[in-house]
Nanobody
Framework: QLHLVESGGGLVQPGGSLRLSCADSKPTSLSYYTVRWYRQSPGEQRELVAGSGSGGSTDYAHYAQDRFTISRDTAKKTVYLQMDNLKPAETSTYYC?????????WGQGTQVTVSP
């Protein structure tokens, strides 16, 4: 069983960058898991931001394709989401999600605030 922990959120100015991290607290390797980042704002549905398959594939929401990068550090057992050129509308809580053979896990989320 995983206990996912996100970190790296915070306050950033429009056009700035943040790198979010997701790791298991034990830590357990995430190499065999499909790991995705989602975000959710108050009153909104949770939406997919980016995903990383265990075989190395990646996919992105249309708005994230040119500005966000999902990556893995196998040695550190961590999945990252690099976010560049952030916009105020992207203020949200960002969640890490891992799935393997029907077992799904969510982190508690990390807040990202984009504001002057």
């Amino acid at each position: 069983q995983l206990h996912l922990v996100e970190s790296g959120g915070g306050l950033v100015q429009p056009g700035g960058s943040l790198r979010l991290s997701c790791a298991d607290s034990k830590p357990t390797s995430l190499s065999y898991y499909t790991v995705r980042w989602y975000r959710q704002s108050p009153g909104e549905q949770r939406e997919l931001v980016a995903g990383s398959g265990s075989g190395g594939s990646t996919d992105y929401a249309h708005y994230a394709q040119d500005r966000f990068t999902i990556s893995r550090d196998t040695a550190k057992k961590t999945v990252y989401l690099q976010m560049d050129n952030l916009k105020p509308a992207e203020t949200s809580t960002y969640y890490c999600h891992a799935v393997l053979v029907g077992f799904t896990y969510w982190g508690q989320g990390t807040q990202v605030t984009v504001s002057p």
